[in-house]
Nanobody, 124 residues
């Protein structure tokens, strides 16, 4: 069974930085693409970033391009999201997700496995 555990969320002032981690277990991590999504109160879950199984390909939502960086350490079965220049509109619960395949994807339905989420709050 796949288990994904996010950590690193918290409260930060606008302009600040946070690094989220997603620790994976229970499946061959290195073969599977991973993604970060977020959900703000009253809004649908939305795509943030994705990274291929090898880590060589990434994609980002337009709203975070140039500010967020997704990476992974396959030796540690862990994915990261470095978030810089945070804005109040980045406030949300952030979820990591794992695909069955190795290729990047931006749609929630492409990800069968999800973590429980970690809260990120950016104050103005």
């Amino acid at each position: 069974q796949v288990q994904l555990v996010e950590s690193g969320g918290g409260l930060v002032q606008a302009g600040g930085s946070l690094r989220l981690s997603c620790a994976a277990s229970g499946r061959t991590f290195t073969r599977n693409a991973m993604g970060w999504f977020r959900q703000a109160p009253g809004k649908e879950r939305e795509f943030v970033a994705t990274i291929s199984g090898s880590g060589t390909k990434t994609d980002y939502a337009d709203s975070v391009k140039g500010r967020f960086t997704v990476s992974r350490d396959n030796a540690k079965n862990t994915m990261y999201l470095q978030m810089n220049s945070l804005k109040p509109e980045d406030t949300a619960v952030y979820y990591c997700a794992q695909q069955v395949g190795a290729f990047i994807a931006t749609k929630t339905y492409a990800y069968p496995y999800w973590g429980q989420g970690t809260q990120v709050t950016v104050s103005s």
